[in-house]
T-cell receptor, first 115, second 114 residues
Framework: KAGVTQTPRYLIKTRGQQVTLSCSPI?????VSWYQQTPGQGLQFLFE???????NKGNFPGRFSGRQFSNSRSEMNVSTLELGDSALYLC??????????????FGAGSRLTVL | KNQVEQSPQSLIILEGKNCTLQ??????????LRWYKQDTGRGPVSLTI?????NTKSNGRYTATLDADTKQSSLHITASQLSDSASYIC?????????????FGKGTKLSVIP
C-alpha cells in the first residue's frame, strides 16, 4: 500500500515568486490536510480539504491557498513568496474529515527555501 | 490559549538506556493526545493515540501515559536504540465542531549515542 507522496521534495525560489506543491494521499483516503513546519514555530495547521472543498483553514494569510481534485490529490500554492515562507511543508491524509478525529499519515514533506 | 509544552527540548542518552519525555497541555475541551516520531528530513509517524479515558498505551518499546486531570502526558522509551534518534512531537486535539483543531508541541529532539 503506497504511502502519502509529496512532490517536489526540495525546491528553491526567490522572493516574490509563487510555488505549487503536490500531495497524493493514500488510496481511499478522502481528507488531505496541510501543515507548515519551521524550527521556530514547529508544526502549524494550514488547511484541510475533503471532497474537493476546503473545510477548515489555519491562521495563515491569503497568499496560502490550495485545492483538491476528484481523485483526492491536493495541491497547495503560495504566492508572492517571502523569506519567512521557508519551511518544510507536510501533507497528511486520513480516511474521513477532521484531522483531529482521525489517524493521520504524513508524507515526507516538501522543503521550500526562499532566497 | 490552547498550548502544548514539551520538555526537555533536547536530550542525549546512551544506547540501551531508558528515557522519558514530557508533554503538558492546556487544550480544552480535550479529544485525544498523540505522540509522533519524526526522523530528520521525514514526515512524522504516529506512535500512539490516547483518548480521555485511556491512561496508558504501548507500541513496542514506546509507552505513553496520560493524566487528563493534570493535563500531562509522558512518552517512555525502553532500551533505546540508535534508530530512536529523532524528534518526538506531542499533539493534542481539541474536541468540538469539525474536529480539525490540532495543537502541536515543538518537540523533543532525542539523540541516542553508542
Amino acid at each position: 500500500k503506497a504511502g502519502v507522496t509529496q512532490t517536489p521534495r526540495y525546491l528553491i525560489k526567490t522572493r516574490g515568486q509563487q510555488v505549487t506543491l503536490s500531495c497524493s494521499p493514500i488510496s481511499g483516503h478522502r481528507s488531505v490536510s496541510w501543515y507548515q513546519q519551521t524550527p521556530g514555530q514547529g508544526l502549524q495547521f494550514l488547511f484541510e480539504y475533503f471532497s474537493e472543498t476546503q473545510r477548515n483553514k489555519g491562521n495563515f494569510p491569503g497568499r496560502f491557498s490550495g485545492r483538491q481534485f476528484s481523485n483526492s490529490r491536493s495541491e497547495m500554492n503560495v504566492s508572492t513568496l517571502e523569506l519567512g515562507d521557508s519551511a518544510l511543508y507536510l501533507c497528511a491524509s486520513s480516511l474521513s474529515r477532521g484531522p483531529g478525529a482521525n489517524v493521520l499519515t504524513f508524507g515526507a514533506g516538501s522543503r521550500l527555501t526562499v532566497l | 490559549k490552547n498550548q502544548v509544552e514539551q520538555s526537555p527540548q533536547s536530550l542525549i542518552i546512551l544506547e540501551g538506556k531508558n528515557c522519558t519525555l514530557q508533554c503538558n497541555y492546556t487544550v480544552s475541551p480535550f479529544s485525544n493526545l498523540r505522540w509522533y516520531k519524526q526522523d530528520t528530513g521525514r514526515g512524522p509517524v504516529s506512535l500512539t493515540i490516547m483518548t480521555f479515558s485511556e491512561n496508558t498505551k504501548s507500541n513496542g518499546r514506546y509507552t505513553a501515559t496520560l493524566d487528563a486531570d493534570t493535563k500531562q502526558s509522558s512518552l517512555h522509551i525502553t532500551a533505546s536504540q540508535l534508530s530512536d534518534s529523532a524528534s518526538y512531537i506531542c499533539v493534542v486535539s481539541l474536541a468540538g465542531a469539525g474536529s480539525y483543531q490540532l495543537t502541536f508541541g515543538k518537540g523533543t529532539k532525542l539523540s541516542v549515542i553508542p
